[in-house]
């Protein structure tokens, strides 16, 4: 089993920044690839931005140049820095791990970011 904590979120006026963070712990071995997902009120949860453990990063197209992945695997976290943060960012934020073995997927409990206009 794998264990996924999110912290971070919040209230932001548009234009701001928000950096989410999301321990890891359990069977840490059996994760390759780490990320985040959003969900809007009353919308499907989608991507925002993967990364591997060597450093692979893919973003949603929404988000390309403005959101920035990134992954310490020493400390078993990824982060995602999110600037220039818009009123249709308002979602949860779900952290994601998926077991390299089985596909498995373990999600965070998520964290709240509310973009104000």
Do not use: H
Request: overall charge positive; aromatic content about 10%; charged content about 15%.
């Amino acid at each position: 089993q794998v264990q996924l904590v999110e912290s971070g979120g919040g209230l932001v006026q548009a234009g701001g920044s928000l950096r989410l963070s999301c321990a890891a712990s359990g069977r840490i071995f059996s994760i390759n690839v780490m990320g985040w997902y959003r969900q809007a009120p009353g919308k499907q949860r989608e991507l925002v931005a993967t990364i591997t453990t060597g450093g692979s990063t893919n973003y949603a197209d929404s988000v390309k140049g403005l959101f920035t992945i990134s992954r310490d695997n020493a400390k078993n976290m990824v982060y995602l820095q999110m600037n220039s943060l818009k009123p249709e960012d308002t979602a949860v934020y779900y952290c994601n791990a998926q077991n390299r073995y089985s596909g498995y997927d373990y999600w965070g409990q998520g964290t709240q970011v509310t973009v104000s206009s």
